[in-house]
């Protein structure tokens, strides 16, 4: 055993085996995660940051919840595939849990563990992981985060307005226009409408949407074959589609009368559009119904002009969600923005940002009997609200100036023995050149 493996404490650590004999590990992260090395970390922070500042901008409170979620909150009943993909298991206390797939869930959870003590209208965001365990066949992403908005307690369209416009600020910060990307906007109420009219019962409605929201995914027979197993007539059948070509909110109003609340809503939410400035943004599409049981009135998607990318982000009114979960109902709307799809849109607008590393010194001893005196350097240098990397062993200079070069420094600070001897210090500013001896106390 070396001396080093009797470590301080004395006691013998195992002895290292022999080289060879261990399995090395993959190193890679699961089948669908993704690690974040430092560049993609800058990249995921100015982002979230992003979404931090519009949150912020629109007076919206941060919260969180855990991302292992009673797997209760998610088992709806209506063929959802976020049911399907649910990363879920038993626990060591035999308890049903899931890594939650979507955040809506956790925060009506919330709302309702709240109750009286919260006083609405609630404006919250997150920004979380959610995941999903999707086969590998379509080589997919199983989690992504996802950065939530939702207001709680507004009936109105208002709140639709003040969510896609806080969407509108995000995406003009990090520099996408209304030529990039836009919003495809309708109401569930159109087919609750169409539904009403062929008696299809009230129970129907979330199974129905999450199959028509497949219908550019699958084939329509297909579309139909499910309609017509959930119990609807030839007629509704052919209605519902009929009602989702419609390719404008006049041609809507013609064709259902005034259907209404869908129009009224509809008609409302453009109107504040323009008033809010960015009706460019927006389009009626009677075919956008989003995969989610809960939604209710207003839903919307954000996508991409040149239509090669999936929805940037979506949302809608959920006015029952709470009843589900055997609370009183308190109308809901909100949406999600996922961190994947925007970066895909960045890359193909060239809009990533340049984003280096920023480190003010590298602060560095010239002899191994200096580098307590360094530390000393850092220290000031520190408390002065520098940013200072220290270099930790005694390197020479010429792997110094490398890594200042590599990591973007600004300045370099070097402890030589002749110069500490006459209470100063060296500094190289890296981008002129310019170097000089200054006293500690006035090194700024
Ligand atoms: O947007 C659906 C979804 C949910 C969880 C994880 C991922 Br990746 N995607």
Redesign the pocket.
């Known amino acids: 055993q070396s001396s080093s493996a009797a470590g301080r404490s004395g006691a013998l650590s195992p002895a290292p085996p022999l080289s060879g004999a261990v399995q090395k590990i993959d190193v890679n992260p699961p089948k669908?995660t993704r690690d974040f090395p430092p560049e993609d970390m800058r990249l995921r922070n100015w982002l979230f940051n992003n979404f931090r500042e519009v949150s912020r901008l629109y007076g919206f409170e941060e919260v969180d919840f855990p991302v292992l979620e009673n797997e209760a909150l998610f088992t709806r009943k209506a063929g959802e595939e976020?049911k399907d993909?649910l990363y879920c298991f038993e626990d060591q206390g035999k308890r049903r849990v899931a890594l939650r797939?979507?955040l809506t869930p956790s925060l009506a959870r919330l709302v309702i563990q709240k109750g009286k003590s919260v006083s609405l209208p609630l404006k919250w965001f997150t920004v979380g992981q959610?995941?999903?365990y999707?086969r590998m066949t379509r080589g997919?992403?199983?989690?992504?985060y996802?950065w939530n908005m939702d207001i709680i307690g507004v009936p109105g369209v208002m709140a639709e307005a003040e969510l896609l416009a806080s969407i509108v600020t995000l995406f003009k910060r990090i520099g996408i226009t209304e030529s990039d990307v836009g919003f495809k906007v309708s109401s569930r109420k159109v087919l609750q409408g169409v539904l009403k009219c062929y008696s299809i019962p009230e129970n129907l409605f979330g199974k129905v949407c999450v199959i028509i929201d497949k219908i550019e995914k699958i084939p329509v027979d297909e579309i139909k074959k499910e309609l017509k197993v959930v119990g609807l007539s030839e007629e509704a059948v052919h209605e519902l589609l009929e009602v989702l070509s419609v390719k404008s909110l006049a041609e809507l109003e013609e064709r259902v009368g005034s259907c209404g609340e869908a129009i009224a809503d509809l008609k409302q939410l453009f109107l504040l559009a323009e008033k809010f400035g960015y009706s460019k943004w927006l389009q009626f599409d009677a075919s956008v119904v989003r995969g989610l049981a809960y939604y209710t009135g207003i839903v919307f998607e954000g996508f991409d002009r040149e239509g090669k990318l999936r929805a940037i982000c979506g949302g809608g009114r959920y006015d029952h969600l709470f009843s589900t979960f055997g609370a009183d109902d308190i109308a809901a709307c909100g949406f999600?923005f996922?961190d994947?799809v925007i970066v895909e849109l960045l890359k193909e607008k060239g809009l990533l940002p340049e984003l280096s590393l920023q480190v003010h010194n590298i602060v560095c001893a010239l002899d191994e009997d200096l580098q307590a005196v360094a530390a000393t350097v850092a220290n000031v240098l520190r408390e002065k609200g520098q940013s200072v990397d220290l270099v930790l062993e005694s390197k020479p200079l010429k792997w110094v100036f490398k890594r200042a070069a590599r990591t973007n420094v600004e300045r370099l600070v070097i402890v030589g023995s002749s110069e500490w001897q006459r209470g100063m210090v060296g500094v190289k500013i890296l981008s002129t050149g310019e170097q000089y001896e200054v006293k500690l106390d006035d090194l700024k």
Do not use: D, S, V
Not at 140 to 144: G, I, S, T, V
């Open positions: 669908g976020i993909q797939p979507e959610c995941w999903r999707e997919r992403r199983r989690e992504h996802q999600g996922g994947a």
